[in-house]
């Protein structure tokens, strides 16, 4: 440590333990927090995940106004549980190490304040975990695909079908260290695949191709979840995927048109349900910044066009999306004028 302290060229640095993983809100607020060494401690040991590698944690106890009072494993009476990450003066740290022999931080720590170093806490109140064990890097992906993956304006289907084909594969691609672009291109051509065994209009190849659909719907959902996830979401990332569902959308319309024969019929349901899917999305990025929120999303589009493709009855999806994309659309363009006439 002293070694590291050398090369600090600020007064102030963050020591943490290399084990545990932090969120960003939660060290953003303990390097602003006042005090000359504050120690990030939560009142709640239950929010930490991983179990500690079945360490007891050091338990800190604190006056009222966050000031730091006593901390030890063996407390019986304490107010918080140390989270492992500190903000510290360099300048007291260097003192205590200096000349004392080797020395456990929780020790470092209680010798800065016997010496009489001002020490003071800050709460955390996000995630935090030790991942020193593969269960704790295990629990740790599971509570942060529920914390991240999902997103807040999923709908039923999102809920009960895709996410749970996708939570488990996403949570496996963290490992590999996958680009969600890679996840994005993907799912665009597992659609494109699907699609093009619709049209060829076997009933067994559109079988299959339907079930290709509901499944590059479902793997749709782990490029985002990749993102959030590991903290890598970026407005390019969300242009492209936005794009290619568009092309993959247009291509599951043209393979049911292929599929229903090229009829005349076809094509004209075709154009309306393109419009409808194209629509629903240019609604959707608008009136992003708004309430409405529309209910004919892509993964119930992309479900009716599966089912229609695995029962060989193409014409009847493509009309379904038809009247109920642009039946949801003039609905939320009514909702959108009503919500920007301020």
Request: with cysteine.
């Amino acid at each position: 440590m002293l070694a590291g302290l050398q090369q600090v060229d600020e007064d102030r640095c963050l020591v943490v333990m290399g084990d545990h993983v932090f969120e960003a809100d939660d060290v953003r607020r303990l390097m602003a927090a006042p005090g000359r060494n504050v120690l990030a401690v939560d009142r709640d040991p239950q929010r930490q995940v991983g179990g500690l590698g079945g360490v007891a944690p050091v338990r800190v106890r604190t006056e009222a106004d966050g000031r730091l009072l006593e901390l030890a494993a063996d407390l019986k009476e304490y107010a918080a549980i140390d989270a492992g990450l500190s903000c510290v003066h360099v300048a007291d740290v260097t003192a205590v190490i200096a000349d004392a022999p080797a020395m456990p931080w929780a020790a470092v720590r209680r010798r800065m304040l016997d010496d009489g170093f001002e020490m003071t806490t800050c709460d955390f109140t996000g995630l935090w975990a030790a991942v020193d064990t593969p269960d704790g890097v295990r629990a740790l992906e599971r509570v942060m695909w529920h914390r991240y993956g999902p997103k807040p304006t999923d709908q039923i289907i999102a809920r009960t079908v895709n996410r749970r084909i996708s939570g488990p594969l996403t949570r496996q691609l963290l490992r590999t260290g996958l680009s969600p672009h890679v996840a994005t291109l993907l799912a665009f051509a597992t659609t494109l695949l699907a699609s093009g065994l619709i049209a060829v209009g076997d009933r067994w190849a559109m079988a299959v191709g339907g079930l290709g659909v509901l499944l590059g719907s479902a793997l749709d959902g782990v490029d985002g979840e990749l993102a959030r996830v590991s903290g890598r979401a970026s407005r390019r990332g969300a242009a492209l995927d936005t794009l290619l569902d568009r092309y993959a959308d247009l291509a599951v319309v043209v393979g049911l048109v292929i599929g229903a024969g090229h009829a005349e019929t076809a094509w004209a349901w075709a154009f309306a349900a393109g419009c409808g899917c194209l629509l629903i999305s240019y609604i959707h990025a608008v009136g992003r910044d708004t309430e409405v929120r529309l209910l004919f999303r892509r993964e119930v589009r992309l479900l009716v066009f599966a089912l229609a493709a695995i029962s060989g009855l193409p014409l009847w999806g493509l009309a379904v999306v038809a009247v109920a994309a642009n039946l949801d659309t003039a609905r939320g363009v009514v909702l959108l004028l009503r919500a920007m006439r301020t």
